[in-house]
């Protein structure tokens, strides 16, 4: 499967807001699910966001529900996950990942996804909050 990429840290006041993408030069409407996921040093890798072959098949950590939304643009070819009301806690390095094969239930793919070794990840965009 092609590979996908982040963009779209950067650095925001406690209450700001950021974009990220998640974007590939194939066809992101092959990926049967899609998620981002972030880490800080010292953490295991946890997963935020994920969205699968269906708009309305989303799931959500319960620390960004609310705040956080995840949306596809299949002629763009990239996954979205807009932020607001940003904290310090949500400071991480953000991933994302993706299956273009058949996946289970978004939650389990999600608590699979998040142990994969550093290998499979990509290098991430920062996201920085100040309070």
């Known amino acids: 499967q092609a590979q996908l990429v982040e963009s779209g840290g950067g650095s925001v006041h406690t209450g700001g807001s950021l974009t990220l993408s998640c974007s590939t030069s194939?066809?992101?409407?092959?990926?049967?699910?899609v998620g981002w996921f972030r880490r800080v040093p010292g953490k295991g890798r946890e997963g935020v966001a994920c969205i699968g072959s269906s708009d309305g098949d989303k799931w959500y950590a319960d620390s960004v529900k609310g705040r956080f939304s995840i949306s596809r643009d299949n002629a763009r070819n990239t996954v979205f996950l807009t932020m607001d009301n940003l904290k310090p806690e949500d400071a991480a390095v953000y991933y994302c990942a993706g299956d273009s094969s058949p996946v289970p239930p978004l939650t389990m793919w999600v608590s699979a996804r998040s142990r994969a070794g550093e290998y499979y990840w990509g290098q991430g965009t920062q996201v920085t909050v100040s309070s």
């Open positions: 194939g066809k992101i409407s092959d990926y049967y699910a």
